[in-house]
């Protein structure tokens, strides 16, 4: 059965202090990792697509990278606004459904 | 560009009763998928059509069903609420079946 597993569950910040979110994956075959942002009560929202180990993507604070079993999201000298919950999710094959983590909810305090 | 837009926005149901939920994609995207997320985990996938097709199904029970019109919009229908259907309903949207998944921005049912 694909697994997606989440660390850690709630990580808190200081403004400025930078740190990483970690997903490992267990799955028959990987054809996407996908990182998503996602706001209490809303939907979440798209930010990297990694296909192959080695990959790297960056957006403004955020870096993402793949290895074979597992995905970080690196985050630099974060800001209050950055507080929210990531979701890491997988796709085996083209016509499969992602299969998200539970996600880690990150808050930054000024 | 509008994005995925989903109606109603919030939705209160007494156990038993029937409930429809409605989802536009981004314009040009043919393929919906819809995802329940439970407070505290992560979405949970429901359906995906592409081209008016079902092309997936989770684990959920027949209550659960869906489909999707020609203009690529789609509607979810659960039967019999149970309590334990209270959650947010995402739907997402790509251009093809291999393509990102955007999602829209909700609707949370409540079922008492």
């Known amino acids: 059965e694909d697994q997606v597993t989440q660390s850690p569950e709630a990580l808190r910040l200081q403004e400025g202090e930078s740190s990483s979110l970690n997903c490992s994956y267990t799955v028959s075959g990987l054809r996407g990792l996908f990182w998503y942002r996602q706001d209490p009560g809303k939907g979440p929202e798209f930010l990297f697509t990694l296909y192959s180990a080695g990959e790297e993507k960056e957006k403004e604070r955020l870096k993402a990278t793949l290895t074979k079993k597992e995905s970080f999201l690196h985050i630099t000298a974060p800001k209050p606004e950055d507080s929210a919950t990531y979701l890491c999710?997988?796709?085996?094959?083209?016509?499969?459904?992602?299969?998200f983590g539970k996600g880690t909810r990150l808050s930054v305090i000024a | 560009d509008a994005g995925v837009t989903q109606s109603p926005t919030h939705l209160i149901k007494t156990r038993g009763q029937h409930v429809t939920l409605r989802c536009s994609p981004i314009?040009?995207?043919?393929?919906v998928s819809w995802y329940q997320q439970v407070l505290g985990q992560g979405p949970q996938f429901i359906f995906q059509?592409?081209?008016?097709?079902?092309?997936g199904r989770g684990n959920f029970p027949d209550r659960f069903s869906a489909r999707q019109f020609p203009n690529y919009s789609s509607e979810l229908n659960v039967n019999a609420l149970l309590l334990g259907d209270s959650a947010l309903y995402l739907c997402?949207?790509?251009?093809?079946?291999?393509?990102?998944?955007?999602f829209g921005p909700g609707t949370r049912l409540t079922v008492t």
């Open positions: 314009s040009g995207h043919k393929s």
């Open positions: 059509y592409y081209e008016k097709e079902e092309r």
């Open positions: 997402a949207s790509t251009a093809d079946r291999d393509y990102e998944q955007y």
């Open positions: 999710a997988v796709q085996v094959s083209g016509n499969t459904p992602l299969v």
